[in-house]
Each structure stands twice: as C-alpha cells, then as structure tokens.
C-alpha cells in the first residue's frame, strides 16, 4: 500500500482529483454507452440524455482543472504526485474530447430513418460496443495503474481502425451502387463511424497518457511491442 | 556513457563513518562532477551533513569519529592521505555554513584574512583586488564598497552570509561545500543566494546539504537522497524529481515519510 502523506490537505487533495476523474469516467462511459444503444435503438430521450450528460462532463472537466491548478500552487508536487496532476489535466480533455464525439454522434443517429440498412446498422453498433469496451479497459488501467493493460487497450486501436475502414469502405461501395436507403442518408452513417473511431482515437492518447503516469516515460508505442 | 578520470571534482567510494560505535554512513559511494551543483537531501540524521564535512575533514576534529573508505580530490589526490595537509585541502575545498558566521573584524579584514594567510598577495593593491573581486562574485560588493572598514557583525544575515561565501572563495578554492547555507535567510535572501549558486558553479563545483526540496530543485544538476545514513538514490535533479527510480526517494520527496 502507498504511504500516507505527511500533509493531510495535499493527501485530501489529491484523492478527490482522482474521485473527480472516476465521476467524470463513470460519466463519459454512460454517455457513449447510452449513444452507441441510440444507434440501434434511435430513442431521442437517450439522445437528450447524452446531450444532458455532456453538461455535466464539462463541469466536471472544469473541476478537474481547478482543482489540478490549486494543488500545483499551494503544494508543488513533484514526483508520482507531480505526474497524477499532469496526467488528470491530460485525460480529463481526452474524456471531455469523448464526451462530445458521444453527443453529436447520438444526435445523429436519432436522424437516420428506420429503413436504413440494418445489416450498416449492426456494423456500426459493434464498432461502437468495441469502443466502449476500449475505454472502459483504459480507465481500469489507469485507476489501477495497471500498464499492461494500458498497453493492451492502446493495441485495441489498431482492431478499431480496421472495423472503421471496413464499415467506410461498406457505405461508399453501397453508394457507388445507388443503393437508396443508404445514399438517402448522406454523410450522417460516415460522421457517426468517425465520432466512433475517433473516440478510439482520445482512449489511445489516455493509454499513453497512463503508461507516463506509470514509467515517467512517453513511450513511442509500435504494433511490433505486441507481436 | 564513459565518465573521463578528471571529469570529477572528487570521487568517494566505500565511505562508512562512526562516531564512537553509532553508524553516521553506511557504505556510500558517489562521484561529484565538476561544475554541477549536487544537493544532498534527506531526513535530520540520515547523514548528509556528516557526509559533507567528511569532503573537507572537518570530522577530523571530533575524537569519536571514524572515516573510512576512499575520498579522491580531481581524481587523484587522496584527501586523507599524507600527500595534502588539512589547510591546502581547505584551500581547495572551502565550506559556508548553516549560521552566516563572519570573524568580529571588518568587512574588508573578514575577506583579506584568507588570502593573507595562504599567502596569496605579495602587495596591499594586489588583496585590495582580491577582495573587491571576491566581494563582487559574491554579489555584495556594491552593498559594502563604502563601508568596508565597518565590522562585518553589523551586516544583514542574508549579507553575512554572502561576505561568507566571498570569504571562501577568496582564497581560490575549486570545490565549495554549503552546510544548508539558507536556512537562516528571509526568501529574499535566499534568493539572491541561490542566484549567486547558479553564477558561481561556472568556476566552482558547489555542494550543499538542504532541508529544502524546492531548494534542491531550484539550484542543483545533480541530487543525492540519503536515509539512514545510506546513499539511496542519486541522479540528475529533473529526474529526481519527476521519476526516481526508488520507492523510498518518491516517498520522501513528496512528502510521504514517516
């Protein structure tokens, strides 16, 4: 177990920062959930919802940040300290940066018409259930500190990129065959694949951003690291 | 990364110190680069002051005290050995202490009396220089120019220990030791000190035990964490201070000990 700091208001400190960044993950991680469901289900009240939830996501970003701010002039933290606080700082944007990819692709998905391909809609829902799945085992790895995993989830993107181009290239090969139900719809699927892939995009980035608050190291992550 | 012999201002090795059957250093072994600032930190006791005055010998004067292990000045001169006497070592090796501690005299004698004694001017106009150049790299000379017969007692804590610190370097040393030389200075103070720091590791290597982390942080290249009178940790400062390689040292540097 960690010891304890000598200075009981910077240990104080220090813990709700990382209360806050759990309460916004839980929040982040409830706003993609929820919008990847709307994609299948197009229920606009969860599409409100995300919207709602982003409310909250950018208020607790803003405590995040204060509170960072307020711990690195009355206590000069260094060290593990030092790199929590640069590391909350880093992540809470990526979160925040979620958080809207969330929103505006729930937005979307409620105006696609329920005659649009299911087989487009399947495709898109399991990108998205991988995302989730992403993220949720980024955020594990950075409250528990656990690099491996870190690792593992930052690999995770590479399977995202492929289902990302796999689904782009479905949609455009379905356009060149004027295939209505899908040219109807325009770029909307395209921009709800790109929210998604790039909320892959941000978890990567808090990969990183956990194997700094680890090592002390930014690590140039390869493909090969995992082969 | 090779390390050239005369890259150091002295090497130790081994070094373990007594007092009486009381262990003050266990074992330490650490090399001092010339022109860096080293920081020694560490709890009250672990050591880093003990280890400190083992650089100049001033252990020598304590009885129960045991100094064992190897201590090279530039490499090559044994600092405990018969080869140097305790007064050059001291010219080679001056030391600022915790307590400004200028003589009763003037400000002028205060910094004239070192060059004297080690014969270092042949002429009255060639001490006047040395203590108007030493006065001035000590960032004091300005203050005092007009009052150099006034008695040094009467000075500022921060200026006493600044006419200290020119005091040392009078007599040329190339290593300065620095015994938590701020400890008793306003910040202020501290803070022109830990300027004329920076300045003088351009022709001396510094260093100086500190209770003060930020301190530590602000002025030295190089960092030792000593505990128990154990060398636990040292390196490079940024590195220290962001990611040391011992659970010990992150805990001590942020605040965690006890």
């Known amino acids: 177990m960690e010891n304890t700091h000598t200075d009981k208001n910077f240990e104080q400190k220090l813990k709700q920062l990382q209360d806050d960044l759990i309460k916004m993950s839980e929040i982040v991680e409830k706003q993609i959930e929820i919008a990847v469901n709307v994609i299948k289900t197009k229920d606009s009240q969860d599409a409100q919802l995300t919207q709602n939830l982003d409310e909250q996501v950018d208020v607790a970003e803003r405590d995040v ?59 898109m829902y399991s990108l998205g259930r991988n995302v989730q799945s992403m993220v949720n085992q980024v955020l594990d790895s950075f409250f528990k500190k656990d690099e491996l995993k870190a690792k593992t989830s930052w690999n995770q993107d590479a399977e995202i990129d492929k289902e990302y181009k796999s689904l782009l290239k479905n949609l455009i090969e379905r356009m060149h065959n004027k295939e209505t139900s899908v040219v109807d719809e325009g770029t909307k699927p395209i921009l709800i694949a790109k929210s998604l892939e790039r909320i892959g995009d941000h978890a990567t980035n808090i990969a990183e951003e956990v194997i700094f608050n680890i090592t002390g190291h930014y690590i140039d992550l390869k493909k090969s690291d995992f082969e | 990364m090779v390390e050239q012999v005369n890259s150091f201002a002295i090497k130790t090795k081994n070094v373990s110190v007594h007092y009486g059957n009381k262990m003050a250093i266990d074992d330490v072994t650490i090399n001092f680069t010339k022109n860096d600032v080293t920081s020694l930190i560490g709890p009250s006791g672990c050591g880093k002051s003990t280890f400190l005055r083992c650089l100049n010998r001033m252990n020598d004067v304590i009885d129960s005290c045991k100094v064992q292990g190897e201590f090279l000045l530039n490499g090559v001169t044994d600092i405990y050995g018969d080869s140097i006497q305790v007064e050059t070592l001291r010219e080679k090796i001056g030391m600022v202490f915790q307590k400004p501690n200028p003589f009763p005299k003037s400000i002028f004698e205060n910094v004239a009396y070192g060059p004297k004694i080690h014969g270092l001017a042949s002429t009255q106009s060639e001490l006047n220089d040395i203590v108007m150049d030493s006065l001035n790299r000590a960032g004091l000379y300005e203050e005092v120019k007009d009052r150099m017969d006034d008695i040094a007692t009467g000075l500022s804590g921060g200026q006493q220990q600044r006419l200290c610190i020119a005091r040392a370097i009078a007599i040329r040393p190339e290593i300065i030791l620095m015994d938590e030389p701020c400890s008793a200075l306003d910040p202020i103070a501290t803070a022109r000190i830990e300027e004329l720091i920076n300045e003088l590791k351009e022709n001396y290597t510094i260093i100086i035990v500190t209770h003060s982390m930020s301190q530590a942080s602000r002025i030295s290249q190089r960092t030792a964490f000593f505990h128990l009178g154990k060398l636990i940790e040292h390196g490079d400062t940024s590195k220290i201070f962001t990611k040391p390689d011992k659970e010990q040292t992150n805990d001590y540097i942020t605040g965690r000990f006890g």
């Open chain 1, 65 to 123: 940040r204060d509170l960072s701010f307020e711990i690195m002039t009355l206590h000069r933290p260094v060290a593990s300290d030092l790199r929590l606080v640069f590391t909350a700082l880093k992540v809470s944007k990526e979160l925040e940066r979620m958080g809207d990819h969330s929103r505006n692709l729930a937005k979307r998905a409620i105006s696609i018409s329920s005659s649009f391909d299911d087989e487009l809609i399947e495709q």
